[in-house]
């Protein structure tokens, strides 16, 4: 099965959905336009991606609140705080000091590190 994210104009996901592998077919090989295609024909919504569950395509499988940013052909996961900067290799949002090896440990954006009793 393969899935695709809705997203807005913005490029923000709106949502994910499952498409036979069927529909995407074509030649013989899996071909992400007919996956759209479908996508669009099934909803009428006209902006798909395709995503993946394993990260083989896009750094990350899209999730609501994810934005696709096509320059870095990745679905990238809402920041969790303003402190923190993204791993250009990953598309992963990484805290401005590394988390402590034990735990667990929560993010204190006050002092920007890392406190005990995170969950």
């Known amino acids: 099965m393969a899935h695709y ?5 913005a490029n923000a996901v709106l949502g994910v959905i499952v498409v036979a592998n069927s529909e995407e077919m074509g ?22 991606k395709k995503t993946s569950y394993n990260a083989s ?3 990350n499988y899209a999730g609501i609140g994810f934005v696709y940013d096509a320059a870095r052909d990745a679905f990238i ?12 290799v990953t598309c992963q949002w990484q805290a401005p000091v590394p988390m402590p090896d034990g735990g667990p440990w929560a993010w204190d954006e006050g002092t920007l590190g890392w406190i005990p009793g995170g969950t």
Not at 38 to 47: A, D, E, I, M, N
Not at 77 to 88: M, R, T
């Open 57 to 59: 395509i896009r750094k």
């Open 77 to 88: 996961p809402p920041k969790p705080f303003s402190s923190w900067v993204l791993d250009e």
């Open 5 to 9: 994210a809705k997203l807005d104009e």
């Open 27 to 48: 030649d013989g090989q899996m071909d992400e336009a007919r996956g759209i295609a479908f996508c669009v024909s099934l909803t009428g919504h006209p902006s798909w």
